[in-house]
């Protein structure tokens, strides 16, 4: 969203206004923070709380599943929220701060989160993909604060999660999505399409 809302920010005239808002709310915003309601925005929050919930459902070791899924479902839900109040706040003020206040939350949120990244840990996981089991240890170990009975125990699980996983992919056949058992997972990632 950040790209859409600089542009609505500093648009020079009503037409980059317009493609700014086009952006955010046909392409990237699924909050829409100005209120604004349209079938595509419609569409693009219901596959991120269905479908993204669904590909975490098979993509996150099962362990992590129920976290995994469950914060995605409160990020929405706490997005939604902030979108909600920062809207009605905005809403009553009779100036150009009504918008100029919810595009900047738009191009700030995204900021802050970007710098967050910085502080978090590699995945263990990936890690142990590329073969990096000390460097996975190390980020174990400080989640796990130095318990590392666990972190030999999930590093194994891990290994043991990607090896599985690794002759899965390799007995898999592309024509397999369309097999009776796949067909409905087939079929809810083609809809997005």
């Known amino acids: 969203s950040v790209p859409g809302s600089i542009l609505q920010l500093f648009s020079p005239n009503k037409a ?32 991120l709380t269905n479908i993204t919930t669904i ?8 362990s992590l599943r129920a976290r995994a899924v469950g914060f995605t479902v409160a990020g929405f839900a ?36 970007f710098f967050l990244t910085f502080l978090l840990y590699e995945s263990p996981t990936w890690l142990i993909s590329k073969g990096r089991i000390e460097e996975a240890r190390a980020n174990l170990a400080i989640l796990r604060a ?12 891990a290994m043991t999660a990607l090896k599985a996983e690794e002759e899965y992919r390799i007995a898999r056949k592309p024509w397999d999505i369309l097999k009776w058992e796949n ?10 399409y």
């Open 78 to 113: 706490a997005s939604s929220l902030l979108a909600t109040v920062v809207v009605w706040a905005s809403e009553k003020l009779n100036d150009h701060r009504q918008y100029l206040i919810p595009l900047a939350i738009q191009v700030v949120v995204p900021i802050i989160l």
């Open 146 to 157: 130095g318990n590392m009975a666990m972190v030999d125990d999930e590093v194994l699980n």
């Open 55 to 62: 590909y975490q459902s098979d993509l996150v070791p099962a």
């Open 183 to 192: 067909i409905e997972r087939t079929f809810s990632s083609g809809a997005l």
């Open 16 to 47: 980059a206004f317009i493609v700014g808002r086009f952006w955010n709310c046909e392409i990237s915003n699924p909050n829409n923070f100005n209120g604004v309601s349209n079938f595509t925005a419609d569409i693009g929050i219901s596959l």
